[in-house]
C-alpha cells in the first residue's frame, strides 16, 4: 500500500471528481460528493490546511477507493 500524500481538500474534490464523484450539495463547509454509478457517499471538509492522515483515510473508505487510485 503506497503511502498517502499530504492532501488540500480541494485537490481531494478534484480527485473524487475524476473517478467519478459529483457534487450532491454542500451543508456549510462539507461538501456532499455523490457516485451515481456505485451509489456512495463521501463527505469533504472544505478548510485551508490539509486533510489528516485518518481522516483522509476515513474518506477514501467511505468512497469506496483504494489508496492506490487516489495516489494515482
Not at 489528516?52 to 487510485?69: N, S, Y
Amino acid at each position: 500500500m503506497p503511502k498517502l500524500p499530504a492532501l488540500k481538500p480541494r485537490e481531494l474534490v478534484s480527485i473524487l471528481l475524476k473517478v467519478g464523484f459529483v457534487q450532491k450539495r454542500q451543508t456549510g463547509s462539507h461538501f456532499i460528493m455523490f457516485n451515481p454509478i456505485t451509489k456512495k457517499i463521501a463527505v469533504v471538509p472544505i478548510h485551508t490546511k490539509s486533510i489528516g492522515k485518518g481522516l483522509l483515510h476515513a474518506i477514501i473508505k467511505q468512497a469506496g477507493l483504494t489508496t492506490d487510485e487516489i495516489v494515482k
